[in-house]
C-alpha cells in the first residue's frame, strides 16, 4: 500500500449555508432543505439530549468550583454541547479523540472518570487519565499541534490495515496557526482517516473570527487541501452527529479526512480570568442564547412526544448526581506525591535525576522533622 | 489495536552482521536503519526526500526500494509535520524514525518537539511512551550555505525528557543508531555532517559501548579534553600535536550529551587534573557552559585550573568561506591550553 495517491482531488466548495437539521427554533428543517439527509433516530436524539444536559450541568459545576478556588482554571464549553457531545456521540469506542483544553465535556462523554479528567485544571497532574484507556488523547494546550498527533496517529492505524478513525477538535483561532495547515496538508496527502471538527465559536480569546481569517468560511480551506468540506450549525446536535458520523465511516472505510467547521458560541469567558465585557456586546450573547443547543433538541423531542416529565426528571437526577461526583472529587484533597515528579520523565533512570530527586526528599525530611521551614 | 512495547533490538547485541569491510558513517546509519526495518515492523522512516532519493546525504539509499512505501516515504515538506505525525505514529505503537534535512531546518518543530515529544511520557504519568528517533544531520565543516552549519544541541539538552546522542565514528553511528530506535524514549540524533564519509573507526564485532556512556579515545595524564560529534578528531589531532610538547592529553568522546557521563568524565579529570570542552555552536549559553560548570561542581578540588571552553564564536554561524576562522581547530586549542598557569 502506498499512502500517497496521484490522483487530484476535485474543487468543491462547501455549501455557504451552515447545514442543519433542526432549525433554532426546535422544528425540522424542511425535507428539501436537509440535502438528502434524514434526522437521526428518535433514540439517538434523546441520548444527544440527556448527555448535553448532564454534561452542561457539569461544566456549570466545574465552572462554580473554579470561582470558588477548587480549580486553578477552567475553560467551560457552555454553548458548544451540540458540536462536543454530537462529534463524541458519532465515534466508536476503537476511534480515537485529539481534544483541545476547551473540550472537557468531550472528555468526560468518552467516559473519563471526573478527577482524572479535571487533574490538570485542578493541578494535580498534567493529564489524569490513561489515553489507551479510553482512547483520547490529553487536552492539548499548544493549539493546533494535536491535529497532526491525531493524523499521525490515523496513518499508523491505516498502515496496519485497523479500521480506526481519529478526531481532532481544533478552534477558529487555532486554524490561523501553521500547524493546523500542516496537519490539514498531510492528511490530504496521506489519506489519513482524520475527521478536523473546527468549533468556531467566534473569538479566539478576545478576537473575534474576522481577525482570524478574509476568507468567506474556515470550511473553504478543506478545498485548497483536496478534502471534503462542510459547514455545520454547531447548535443543532442532529446536523453535527449526522456530518461527523458520514466523515466517520468515510474515514475508516478508506475515504480519507474532513475539514467540518461547527457554527457556534462560547457562551462563558475564555477562561474564568477573562472579562468579555471588553471585547463583545451583551446583545450578541442574548442573541446566540435563541439559539441554544439544548432548548432547541428538547422543544424537538417534546414536540415529537419523545421526552415527558418521568425522562426529564431521570436527566435531571443523573446531571445532580454527575455535579455531585464531580464536587466530591474536587472537594476531596488530591494525593500528590513529590517524589513522583522524577518519575516519568524517562523510561531509562537517570542517575543525576536520582540525585535531584534525593535532594528533594532531604529537603522535605527535614522539613516534616520541625527542622528550617521556608 | 496494535500497541505494541517490543523492541527493535537487544541493545546488548548492537554490531552490523556484515561489517567485513570498512564503512563510511553513512553506511553504518544506513545498515542500522536497514537492521532495524528488518527486525521489528513497527519501524517506519520518513521525512523530506528520504525515499526514493535516499536523502539529500543519500543515508536512507535504497530503504524505499528494499522495504516499501509504507514503510520509508517521502513526507510534505514541513518539519512540524514531520515531527506532529510521528507522534500520533508512536502513540499509535509505531517506532517512527524522521529526518530533519539539516540542522536549522529542524527549527519549525521546536514546538513539537519541545512541548510534546519531550513531554508526552512525562504529562501522561508514564503511560504513554514516544519511541521516535529525530535524526538531525548537525555542525558545519562542509561549506554550506546559510541555515545549513548550525550545532543546535543545547537546544535539546536544554529540555528535559529528551536524550541526545551525538556518534563521532561508524561504529558509534551503528550501535548508537540502533539502541535509539530501540530505546523507548526520544532521541535526538544527531549526525555530524562532516563525518558521513569517514571510515575510520569502522564497526567491530563484539558488544559496544551503551549510547548513554562516554568513551576515552585517547589516554593521557596533563590533560582531558572533552569532545563530542565533529570535535572529536580536532580533539586526536590536537593530542597528536600536543606530544610535541610533552602534553599528554586524554581525549573523552562524550557521545551522550544528555544523560551526561559524569562517572567516566570525572575519573578522567580526577586523573589529569585540567579539562577543555570542544564544541562547535557558540559559547555564551552553550552545552560547554554546562559542562564546565556540572565538572566544577563535582570535582572542583581535584581541578589545578579552570576549565575552558573553546568553541565557536558568539556569532551566527559564517559563510562558507569563513568557517575556517569559527571552527575550533588544534592550534587554537593548544593557544588556549598555554594560557593554564602549568607550573603549581
Redesign the interface.
Known sequence: ????EETRAPAVLPDAEAFSLIDAGGAAVPEKQRRGYDLPDIDVLKELYRRMVIARRWDTQVTALTRQGRLSTYPSARGQEASEIGTVAAMQD?DWLFPTYRDSIAVWSRGVPTAELLSGFRGD????W???EHRT??QAT?LA?Q???????????K??N?P?A?VAFIGDGATSE??AH??F??AG?WQAPTVFVIQNNQYAISVPIAKQTRARMLADRAVGYGIPGYHVDGNDAAAVYTIVSEALERARSGGGPTIIECLTYRMEPHTNSDDPSRYRDAEDVAAWKDKDPIDRLEKYLTAQDAIDDALREEIAKESEDAAAAMRDAMNAEPALDPM?LF??????P???LLEQRNALKAELDEISDGGRVN | ???TTETAADPGVTQPAKAAKPLTMAAALNTAMRDALTEDSNV?IFGEDVGPLGGVFRITDGLTRDFG??RV????L?E??I????????????RPIVEMQFDAFSY?AF??IV??VA???????????LPIVIRIPTSGGIGGVEHHSDSSEAYWTHT??L?VVTPSNPADAYSMLREAIA???PVIFLEPKSHYWMKEGTPQSGPALPM?KAAVVREGTDVTLLSYGPTVAVALKTAKLAEDEDLSVEVIDLRSLS??D?ETVGASVRKTSRAAVIHEAAQFGGYGAEVAARVTEREFYHLAAPILRITGADIPFPAPLLEKHYLPTPERILNALSTWEWEV
Not at chain 1, 500500500?1 to 500517497?4: K, Q, R, V, Y
Not at chain 1, 518519575?343 to 531509562?348: D, G, K, R, S, T
Request: with cysteine; hydrophobic share 35%.
Open positions: 500500500m502506498s499512502l500517497t476503537t497532574w498534567h493529564c489524569g490513561d489515553p489507551n488523547a490529553p499548544p499541534t491535529t497532526l498527533h491525531a493524523v499521525g496517529f490515523a496513518t499508523a492505524a498502515l496496519k485497523d480506526i481519529t501553521g500547524d500542516e496537519g496538508n498531510f496527502v513522583e518519575e516519568h520523565v524517562y523510561n531509562a537517570r542517575p543525576a | 489495536m496494535a500497541k517506519v512505501e509504507d516515504w517521502d513526507s510534505p514541513a512540524s509535520g515531527i506532529g505525525t510521528a507522534i500520533g505514529m508512536a502513540m499509535y505503537g509505531l519549525p514546538e513539537q512541548s510534546h513531554k508526552m511520557r512525562n504529562r501522561t504519568r508514564g503511560r504513554v511512551s528535559p525528557g536524550t530505546s523507548d524514549d548513554n544523560p551526561f559524569d
